[in-house]
């Protein structure tokens, strides 16, 4: 077995498919299904079990992608020592990014870093702030950019970007009507959810209208854009679009509903020279 096996089996203990592993190492179904059946061979026991609903690992599968997932831990550490040996940065930084800040302003601030560390490869991973906690918490990722509250112990720092909250709509609207109104919600993660909900139970006595959900900002905007409706978004998802209408959400106590943006780590991944590179690099921009 080899780290691509160790891969392989990862991502059918995490996926529980074997269509959906094999779009994600870019090979055919068959392929993924051609190597767990050499791997069983090889050490004469059954992996997976396949039911209607896609595959169970068998207990000795569960065992081996554990065994798996340990070993590419190893590896990943050991490629991280070498790395840092280096008087050259570069090696792999694993970043985990919030939506509304991957969207808005990582594109472009992965473009600069990219410029000054050509040797340094970014492997992204988006979602909802909660998420991202996680990763950094389970060691998946080196650096999490989360918006919201997030207690950690270890090194963070705010970033620089618009913590508000808005009203949004392609015309002037008279918030006292939006409960007529159509709303297009986007998913979000829990603690933001509950925040906007006691914004709204504090204003009004009836649930919103909501028209349509959707989970991406960007699908959101272009609807808000067509007047299928207004939203309740991040500042961050507007930037300086001059053509909506926005108000900020403000509750009954006259504070702003704010969610700032922050950049950890851990203390002990920032002897890794591409993490501490990205994090100075992190520091620079929000202090120019």
């Given at each position: 077995?080899?780290?691509?096996?160790?891969?392989?089996?990862?991502?059918?203990?995490?996926?529980?498919?074997?269509?959906?592993?094999?779009?994600?190492?870019?090979?055919?179904?068959?392929?993924?299904?051609?190597?767990?059946?050499?791997?069983?061979?090889?050490?004469?026991?059954?992996?997976?079990?396949?039911?209607?609903?896609?595959?169970?690992?068998?207990?000795?599968?569960?065992?081996?992608?554990?065994?798996?997932?340990?070993?590419?831990?190893?590896?990943?550490?050991?490629?991280?020592?070498?790395?840092?040996?280096?008087?050259?940065?570069?090696?792999?930084?694993?970043?985990?990014?919030?939506?509304?800040?991957?969207?808005?302003?990582?594109?472009?601030?992965?473009?600069?870093?990219?410029?000054?560390?050509?040797?340094?490869?970014?492997?992204?991973?988006?979602?909802?702030?909660?998420?991202?906690?996680?990763?950094?918490?389970?060691?998946?990722?080196?650096?999490?950019?989360?918006?919201?509250?997030?207690?950690?112990?270890?090194?963070?720092?705010?970033?620089?970007?618009?913590?508000?909250?808005?009203?949004?709509?392609?015309?002037?609207?008279?918030?006292?009507?939006?409960?007529?109104?159509?709303?297009?919600?986007?998913?979000?993660?829990?603690?933001?959810?509950?925040?906007?909900?006691?914004?709204?139970?504090?204003?009004?006595?009836?649930?919103?209208?909501?028209?349509?959900?959707?989970?991406?900002?960007d699908i959101c905007m272009e609807m808000v854009?067509?007047?299928?409706?207004?939203?309740?978004?991040?500042?961050?998802?507007?930037?300086?679009?001059?053509?909506?209408?926005?108000?900020?959400?403000?509750?009954?106590?006259?504070?702003?509903?704010?969610?700032?943006?922050?950049?950890?780590?851990?203390?002990?991944?920032?002897?890794?020279?591409?993490?501490?590179?990205?994090?100075?690099?992190?520091?620079?921009?929000?202090?120019?």
């Amino acid at each position: 077995m080899n780290e691509r096996d160790w891969t392989l089996l990862t991502m059918l203990a995490q996926e529980r498919s074997v269509t959906k592993v094999a779009q994600k190492l870019y090979v055919t179904q068959p392929a993924v299904s051609r190597r767990l059946q050499q791997i069983e061979q090889e050490l004469n026991c059954a992996i997976v079990v396949r039911t209607p609903r896609g595959v169970e690992l068998s207990a000795a599968g569960e065992h081996l992608a554990r065994y798996a997932a340990e070993e590419l831990e190893r590896l990943r550490s050991l490629r991280e020592y070498i790395d840092s040996q280096s008087d050259e940065v570069r090696g792999t930084l694993r970043l985990a990014c919030a939506n509304a800040y991957a969207r808005c302003r990582l594109p472009e601030l992965l473009k600069r870093f990219a410029a000054r560390y050509p040797h340094v490869d970014a492997h992204v991973v988006t979602g909802h702030s909660s998420r991202m906690g996680r990763l950094l918490a389970s060691g998946e990722a080196q650096i999490a950019i989360v918006r919201g509250r997030f207690d950690w112990a270890e090194e963070s720092f705010a970033l620089d970007a618009d913590p508000f909250y808005y009203v949004v709509s392609s015309s002037p609207l008279d918030l006292s009507r939006l409960p007529e109104l159509p709303q297009i919600r986007i998913v979000t993660d829990s603690p933001l959810e509950d925040e906007l909900h006691r914004w709204w139970t504090e204003r009004y006595r009836v649930p919103p209208r909501i028209s349509t959900v959707v989970d991406r900002s960007d699908i959101c905007m272009e609807m808000v854009r067509q007047s299928l409706g207004y939203s309740l978004l991040s500042g961050l998802y507007i930037g300086n679009e001059t053509k909506l209408f926005r108000e900020k959400i403000v509750f009954a106590s006259g504070e702003a509903l704010t969610r700032e943006t922050s950049a950890c780590c851990r203390t002990s991944t920032l002897s890794v020279r591409a993490v501490r590179a990205f994090w100075d690099f992190l520091r620079e921009d929000v202090n120019t």
